[in-house]
């Protein structure tokens, strides 16, 4: 598919433009990003740039006061909330499990996007969601109830349910957060999975620097809700972006085993935000 007139290939995941205010106080101004078949995009920044707020929009859990966003040229204002769904899905940050519900049932969910009013699942559905469930496995505790589950399971669970759903655009939201060392592994390691089936995108906001370096293909960070720089990890994530964004010194240095920057602390200096130091 190629844009009108332009020759040049739709992003599978547009933002453009994006404003969003709460009250007085802009969330978003101007903020823009794209994600094509079969990239891992990490959208960065402080607490409060917007990072959420974006992903959101995207889901339609919230309205932007301007802007567009499109899923394969599709503008999504202009779908109902089933087809957004068969388009995009999402986990949030912290996500409630309901009471009552396995493993399963839960996953299960993610189907109700393609089934009619009343419809029962099918063959296809089973079989989505048992492969959703293997790999994130899940498979040995899928008769479990989710509400006795770690904070680490219970976040595999609704990230399995994304897959399940089966949608060409994944949007996670700190999805390493409640994850151990090798959960976080795995985790990521599903989205760049999720790229590879039929093309997917995935979008994601972290807070961890160097993990997002690590796994994804472009990075943008956010400052006070515009992109302060987008592009490969190595060109986004330098001393000075990083200073100037989150208002503390950092030392930038290559992985040991290649791969994007590692981000560390640089003894413990902390500057005014956006200050360059003295």
């Known amino acids: 598919m190629t844009a009108s007139g332009a020759g040049a290939p739709v992003p599978r995941l547009a933002a453009r433009d994006m404003w969003f205010s709460h009250g007085e106080r ?14 891992v995009v990490g959208v960065l920044g402080p607490n409060g740039c917007g990072k959420t707020t974006l992903i959101r929009l995207i889901t339609g859990s919230l309205r932007p006061d301007a802007g567009r966003i499109e899923v394969d040229g599709a503008d999504l204002s202009a779908l109902s909330p089933g087809e957004r ?30 089934l009619g009013l009343l419809q029962a699942e099918g063959e296809e559905d089973r079989a989505a969601a048992a492969s959703a469930m293997e790999r994130a496995g899940l498979s040995e505790m899928a008769h479990r109830p989710v509400g006795r589950l770690s904070g680490g399971e219970r976040q595999r669970v609704f990230f399995a349910m994304a897959l399940c759903q089966r949608a060409p655009v994944l949007l996670l939201d700190e999805p390493t ?81 290649g791969g994007g920057p590692v981000v560390l602390h640089d003894g413990g200096r902390v500057l005014a935000r956006g200050r360059a130091p003295r």
Request: charged share 20%; proline share 8%; hydrophobic share 50%.
């Open 26 to 39: 802009a969330v978003l101004s101007g903020m823009s990003v794209r994600v094509e078949p079969g990239e």
């Open 177 to 257: 957060s409640n994850l151990d060392l090798a959960a976080q592994a795995s985790v990521m390691s599903l989205a760049r999975e999720a790229c590879a089936d039929r093309g997917g995108a995935v979008l994601l906001a972290m807070h961890d620097l160097t993990l997002a370096a690590q796994w994804c293909d472009r990075l943008v960070l956010i400052e006070s809700g515009a992109a302060r720089a987008a592009g490969p990890p190595a060109e986004v994530l330098t001393p000075g972006a990083v200073r100037e964004v989150y208002g503390t010194e950092v030392v930038v240095a290559p992985h040991p085993r």
């Open 85 to 114: 769904a068969r388009l995009v899905a999402a986990v949030p940050q912290d996500p409630v499990a309901p009471a009552g519900f396995t493993v399963a049932e839960l996953v299960m969910m993610g189907r109700n996007p393609h």
